[in-house]
C-alpha cells in the first residue's frame, strides 16, 4: 500500500482559485509513484462559497477533504490540516501550498522525490538561482529579502535564500517531534516559525528555484498586522541556536 501525502490548501475567500487549483494538484497523483496523493481544505467559514466549491469536487474524489471553522489567521489554519492529515490520513509527506496558484502544482513530484531521496524539508525558493518573482511588487520582494536576513541572523537559521516560503514538502516524522505551543499561531510568522523549529528537531532542508507566479483571482492576504507579528516572533527565536544540515 502507498503511503500517503497530503497538499494542506488553507483558504478564505478562494472559490474561484480552487476551482482551477484542486484539478491542478490531483492531476499530479500519477506522477508520484510512492504516495497516494490528498488535497486537505481548510476554509475558515469564507463568505463567498470556497466550502461549497469545495463540496463538489469531494462528491467525486475521495481523496479531497474539507475542514471548516472560524478564521484565526493562516498558521491556526495550517495546524488543524497538518493535524487532521496525520491523525486522519495519517500522512507521510505534508506540503504547504497557496490556493491562490501562485505555487505551479507541477512542482509536488519534484518535492516529493527530494524527500524521498532523504530531505525533511524541502522549500520553493523565490531568490535563489533559478527562482523569480516576475510579478512581485519591489516593496514585497524586499520585506521577504529581509525577513530571510533578519531569520538568518536572529534566529539562527543556517545559509538559506527563501525562510517566508509558503510552497514547502515536509516529512512527517520530523514534524511530529515539533513542538507548536510556542510558535507564532495567527498569521504568516508561522511559516518561519515552523520552519526554525523542523531545523531544531534535525531537518535536512533543500531548496529548489520556483517561479512565483502572479495572482489571479482574489486579494493577497497579507497585512500591516502580519509584518509586526513577524518581527515580534523574531524575539522568541533570536536565543535559541540552531544547528542543521542544508541540501
Known amino acids: ?17 480552487v476551482r482551477v487549483v484542486i484539478p491542478h494538484i ?3 497523483a500519477s506522477r508520484i509513484l510512492t504516495h497516494e496523493l490528498h488535497v486537505v ?24 477533504h474539507l475542514l471548516t471553522g472560524e478564521k484565526h489567521g493562516l498558521g491556526a489554519a495550517y495546524e488543524r490540516g497538518m493535524a487532521y492529515s ?3 490520513l495519517h500522512a507521510d509527506l505534508i ?19 527530494l524527500a524521498n531521496y532523504g530531505f525533511s524539508v524541502v522549500i520553493g525558493s523565490r531568490f535563489i538561482y ?8 519591489l516593496r514585497r520582494r524586499f520585506l521577504s529579502l529581509i525577513g530571510t536576513w533578519l531569520l538568518s541572523t536572529l534566529g539562527g537559521l543556517p545559509a538559506l535564500t527563501d525562510c517566508t516560503s509558503g510552497y514547502r514538502c515536509i516529512k512527517a ?20 516559525s515552523l520552519l526554525c523549529e523542523l531545523i531544531r528537531n534535525g531537518a535536512r532542508v533543500i531548496e529548489v528555484p520556483i517561479q512565483f507566479q502572479e495572482r489571479r483571482r482574489g486579494k493577497s492576504k497579507l497585512q500591516f498586522r502580519d509584518q509586526m507579528e513577524f518581527l515580534i516572533n523574531l524575539f522568541r527565536l533570536r536565543h535559541k541556536r540552531i544547528d542543521a544540515p542544508v541540501g
Open 1 to 17: 500500500m502507498k503511503k500517503v501525502a497530503c497538499v494542506v490548501l488553507p483558504t478564505y475567500n478562494e472559490a474561484e482559485n
Open 26 to 28: 490531483l492531476e499530479q
Open 41 to 64: 481544505v481548510v476554509d475558515d467559514n469564507s463568505p463567498d462559497g470556497t466550502a461549497a466549491v469545495v463540496r463538489t469536487f469531494m462528491a467525486t474524489f475521495s481523496n479531497v
Open 86 to 88: 496525520l491523525s486522519a
Open 95 to 113: 506540503f504547504e501550498m497557496d490556493a491562490d496558484l501562485q505555487h505551479d502544482p507541477s512542482l509536488l513530484p519534484l518535492f516529493a522525490a
Open 130 to 137: 533559478g527562482g523569480s518573482t516576475p510579478h512581485f511588487p
Open 173 to 192: 516524522d520530523v514534524f511530529a517531534k515539533c513542538d507548536l505551543t510556542g510558535l507564532a499561531h495567527t498569521g504568516y510568522s508561522f511559516q518561519s
